[in-house]
């Protein structure tokens, strides 16, 4: 049985189950990431096809049938199963999922398997890849959608050169559709020992596309009216607005709120906005300094570093977040939020602000989280859109040594996924009951759906909406959306006024954020993120200034003595084969 040409979304649902709108793992990947312990257990769909964002492709692959390379070459497999990882958000409740059964019936598969493997954290993710490849590569799944980090990246590229995994070069050649949709993204994938592909992006950021999901930070908009001020626009005005929360807001339900809910498992803060723009996203990250060297922030900039500490120090000691900050698990912070308790938090629509907002709403129908921009003064003149790096969010990868049927039908599924078809279903559902088009031809939610779901990225995805996702079409998108569900909530309306604008403005140009860590700096940085997190815990918690100091000063020394000359070196060298010009 040869597949059609709706073979390609199955794909698709590998995407989402790795990462959303920025979800490549580590601390800078920005999605929810819980600490619990790792589990094998893989959620198992059958007849799963996928395909949440298409590949960006010309209109013409609109017709999969047309695009797709004759089919005399290489035969196709009617039975199809791929994996993916999950870290901690919603998928499709197979109850009422309605995009998989239209999936199953496009696609023309006897049968597709979609395994889940949830993990309690990003960190986990990498821990499994390990043991399968410590394991010769026996274990790995024939098609897994992985995150895409750089040690990910080393383990696929290792795992590549040893023969373990397939060289995707020649299957882009052979759908030239899907590699026009990576292309921009092939610079950084490619393997720097033998320049082969042993993964591609399947999900990653576009300019054209790229709505700003996480503003700085989510402050209540209710609370600010009833103290009577403004939006915070500097991290000094944010303080004073935490103090008049504290000190004027009453109790919620018998229980006290929470001016600034902080750290937690998550460990988002912000630290980022006490350095120069792009130079630091809370500890560890690399730019080139003016001698055009590789520098780490949090070792060149101490004194930014002491700064950012102590602002939290004196939010902590002040009672302004919580003494349990970091004990807290992320359902406490979630069940505080829900109640209407907190004042300001950090997160993406999806995750916190949203839902807590639809929450508080049920018995507070003036609450509302909006997301605002600060600044610090002493590193800026005033808030800026951020900076846009082109990114992959989770990488595919394919097992060496499958009969080229099966590798065959794999791309057909993401031949499919870049066609306008397969981006409309697998992103907006089934016309006339998820989504219908306004006066302009764009496609707008229906008011039932909306309704249902309030533009809730969560609530969406049980019915399958947005979760089968793969490599963007962004023209697609852009072609047919109208401004989205949750683009059209009244809180979000505010949040893109605050922010200025909806997209960044530029590309970071600067090499060093694209350099992947190499064998000197995996090394150097074994549990540096636990090492980072200790070093903030302390600060906040210190009783004097004093140890603040005394602990940055510290926290630069073991880092230099852990290597960071040698990992300069090897950065500054691995920046020159950075290849910009795919960003231009």
């Known amino acids: ?345 950090h997160g993406a629509y999806w995750e916190m602000a949203n839902p807590y907002t639809d929450n508080m709403k049920k018995t507070d129908p003036k609450a509302a989280f909006v997301g605002i921009q600060l600044y610090d003064p002493a590193v800026a003149q005033g808030p800026s859109l951020p900076q846009f790096r082109l990114e992959a969010w989770s990488l595919w990868a394919v097992k060496a040594g499958l009969p080229k049927e099966k590798v065959n039908t794999f791309f057909k599924t993401l031949d499919y996924v870049l066609s306008e078809e397969g981006t409309i279903l697998t992103k907006y559902g089934i016309e006339g009951q998820q989504w219908e088009r306004n006066a302009d031809g764009k496609i707008v939610d229906t008011k039932a759906f909306f309704d249902e779901t309030q533009g809730d990225w969560n609530k969406r995805a049980h019915l399958g909406i947005d979760v089968y996702s793969f490599i963007p079409n962004y023209e697609a998108l852009i072609k047919n959306q109208a401004p989205s569900g949750y683009e059209m909530r009244e809180d979000m309306i505010e949040t893109w006024k605050n922010l200025g604008s909806k997209f960044p403005t530029e590309f970071i140009t600067d090499p060093q954020r694209y350099v992947d860590p190499g064998d000197v700096e995996n090394k150097a940085t074994v549990g540096q993120s636990e090492r980072y997190k200790q070093l903030v815990a302390k600060a906040v918690t210190a009783k004097n200034p004093d140890d603040i100091k005394k602990l940055v000063e510290d926290w630069g020394k073991s880092v230099r003595a852990l290597g960071y000359d040698k990992v300069v070196e090897e950065r500054t060298e691995a920046a020159k084969s950075i290849n910009l010009d795919s960003l231009k």
């Open 1 to 345: 049985m040869k597949i059609q040409r709706k073979v390609g979304i199955l794909l698709s649902v590998a995407t989402l189950s790795l990462g959303v709108a920025g979800c490549s793992g580590g601390d800078n990947g920005n999605n929810a990431a819980n600490d619990a312990a790792a589990t094998d257990n893989a959620a198992t769909t059958n007849n799963a096809a996928t395909t949440d964002n298409a590949a960006t492709t010309n209109d013409s692959s609109n017709n999969a049938a047309t695009n797709a390379p004759a089919e005399e070459e290489t035969g196709t497999v009617p039975d199809l199963k791929i994996t993916a990882f999950n870290w901690g958000w919603d998928n499709a409740d197979p109850a009422k999922d309605i995009v998989l059964p239209e999936l199953t019936k496009r696609l023309g598969l006897n049968s597709l398997t979609y395994d889940v493997i949830k993990t309690g954290s990003y960190d986990d993710v990498v821990q499994k890849l390990q043991l399968w490849a410590s394991t010769g590569g026996s274990d790995w799944p024939d098609f897994v959608a992985t995150g895409a980090d750089g040690k990910t990246k080393l383990i696929l590229n290792n795992m590549g050169e040893s023969g373990k995994l397939e060289d995707l070069t020649p299957w882009l050649e052979k759908y030239p559709n899907v590699k026009h949709a990576v292309e921009k993204l092939l610079p950084f994938s490619t393997n720097p020992h033998d320049g082969k592909l042993y993964s591609i992006p399947q999900n990653f950021s576009n300019m054209q596309a790229y709505a700003i999901d996480q503003p700085t930070i989510w402050i209540r908009k209710d609370w600010l009216e009833k103290v009577n001020l403004g939006y915070p626009k500097t991290v000094d005005e944010f303080y004073n607005a935490l103090k008049a929360f504290k000190e004027q807001i009453k109790d919620v339900n018998g229980q006290p709120v929470i001016p600034y809910s902080a750290f937690s498992e998550n460990f988002r803060n912000m630290i980022n906005l006490f350095f120069p723009a792009g130079q630091n996203g809370g500890t560890g990250v690399w730019y080139t300094d003016a001698d055009g060297k590789a520098a780490r922030s949090d070792v060149t900039q101490p004194e930014n570093l002491i700064r950012a500490l102590t602002f939290y120090n004196k939010l902590y000691n002040e009672g302004l977040i919580e003494k349990e900050s970091f004990s807290l698990k992320q359902g406490q912070v979630d069940e505080r939020g829900n109640q209407g308790r907190i004042g300001a938090l």
